[in-house]
Nanobody
Framework: EVQFVESGGGLVQAGGSLRLSCAAS????????IGWFRQAPGKEREGVSC????????YYIDPVKGRFTISSDKAKNMVYLQMNSLKPEDTAVYSC??????????????????WGQGTQVTVSS
């Protein structure tokens, strides 16, 4: 069974940092891409970043470029999202999911499946 468990969220002041972790299991980690998504109250789910464990492709949406860094530890089946210079608009539940590839168009939600429960990130102003 494919499963994701996210952790590392919390409450942080604007300008602060958090490192989110995504533990993956139940599939061949090296053959797929992992995407990070976020959903704020009253808003649609938004793809933030993805990484292709199979092809090395990495993508960030414009609002997080230069502030967020995605990485993958294939030995541990873990994906991380280092978030620096956090802003109040980054407040959301962050979750990860799996897709066949990290598209050049970014993490499109309809291409991903097996979402985790998510971890709450709250950035105060």
């Amino acid at each position: 069974e494919v499963q994701f468990v996210e952790s590392g969220g919390g409450l942080v002041q604007a300008g602060g940092s958090l490192r989110l972790s995504c533990a993956a299991s139940g599939f061949t980690f090296d053959d797929y891409a992992i995407g990070w998504f976020r959903q704020a109250p009253g808003k649609e789910r938004e793809g933030v970043s993805c990484i292709g464990n199979n092809d090395g492709h990495i993508y960030y949406i414009d609002p997080v470029k230069g502030r967020f860094t995605i990485s993958s530890d294939k030995a541990k089946n873990m994906v991380y999202l280092q978030m620096n210079s956090l802003k109040p608009e980054d407040t959301a539940v962050y979750s990860c999911a799996v897709a066949r590839y990290c598209s050049a168009y970014g993490p499109l939600w309809w291409a991903y499946k097996n979402w985790g429960q998510g971890t709450q990130v709250t950035v105060s102003s």
